[in-house]
């Protein structure tokens, strides 16, 4: 049986609400736009394992939010970190590449992007797909609750959050324990965040984040078909938000894979196949 011929990835940049977007697109522009939206302190690059499947069926558009990954870190002093924003910049992505609906894939962060798009912009979003959204209040970390302490914390977060601590985090919160993502990933997401810049932008995200109460009032008017997809071991969000959102989601379907928090980096294949069925209108 012949090879299949290797996708080629393209990267655009847009620009998007005040601030210059890094996208990656990938698969034949004539096919079923598919936007992919990465999670908190990562980049697109989460999305490796799936694109060039995706790609095979779908015309993919994943791009870097504002102060992740390649695209513009502005100050928090001049831009309005936060979910809105975000969602705001999406809705300037698509129509820079002419895209009209849209079938939308979050994760986490990137989850209530989604959600708070689908929400807001409904001609938008053809299909809704969230993983491992972040839209219930949550209990936070020991590290967590450190680092949002007022002027402590912001110090630990920007000045001292080393690459150790982390590939530790990654490795203990973030990934099941027995998931094969290489460590070399987690490295390319440190070096990303590992700017002062970077640093400042994440810090803005991290304490917009805090307070949910906007996002759970948004779930109730969605009406865009949805899947909610969540990784049954995920020690981030709880799979215990999974099936609250799906019973909150008018006719949102579930699907739970034996994940931690991303189970389209640790399950690629088997995240594909049940996303794309959803996708295609095949359950």
């Known amino acids: 049986m012949p090879s299949r011929a290797p996708i080629e990835r393209r990267a655009r940049d847009v620009a998007a609400r005040g601030a ?18 990465h999670g908190f302190m990562v980049s697109h690059l989460e999305f490796d394992d799936v694109i060039d499947l995706f790609a095979r069926r779908f015309h993919v558009l994943a791009p870097d939010l504002p102060g992740f990954g390649e695209s513009e870190k502005p100050s928090p002093a001049r831009y309005a970190y ?8 999406v809705v300037d992505l698509v129509a820079a590449y ?3 609906r849209s079938s939308v894939v979050g994760h986490a962060m990137g989850g209530t992007v989604a959600l708070t798009l689908a929400a807001h912009h409904p001609e938008l979003v053809a299909r809704l797909v969230l993983v491992d959204a972040i839209c219930y209040p949550r209990r936070l970390g020991l590290g967590a609750r450190l680092e949002l302490l007022p002027v402590v914390g912001a110090v630990l977060f920007k000045q001292l959050y080393g690459r150790r601590r982390f590939r530790r985090y990654f490795q203990e ?19 990303y965040f590992n700017t ?17 109460r906007p996002v759970v009032a ?9 899947l909610v997809v969540w990784g049954r071991d995920d020690r981030v ?3 215990s938000f999974a099936l609250r959102l799906a019973r909150e989601i008018p006719g949102a379907r579930l699907e739970l894979l034996d994940a931690g928090h991303c189970p389209h980096a ?9 996303v794309s069925e959803f996708l295609e209108g095949k359950r």
């Open 20 to 37: 210059r977007l890094r996208v990656t697109e990938a698969g034949d522009e004539a096919g079923a736009p598919l936007v992919l939206l």
């Open 82 to 89: 936060g979910v809105e924003t975000f969602a705001e910049a």
């Open 98 to 100: 002419g895209l009209g």
């Open 173 to 191: 919160q973030v990934f099941a324990p027995d998931a094969a993502v290489p460590p070399a990933l987690v490295d390319r997401f440190y070096a």
């Open 196 to 212: 002062p810049a970077a640093r400042e932008s994440a810090y803005a995200v991290l304490t917009a984040l805090l307070d949910t």
């Open 218 to 226: 948004r779930i109730a008017r969605i009406r865009t078909p949805a």
């Open 237 to 239: 969000v709880p799979a």
């Open 266 to 274: 640790e399950l690629p294949q088997e995240f594909v196949a049940a």
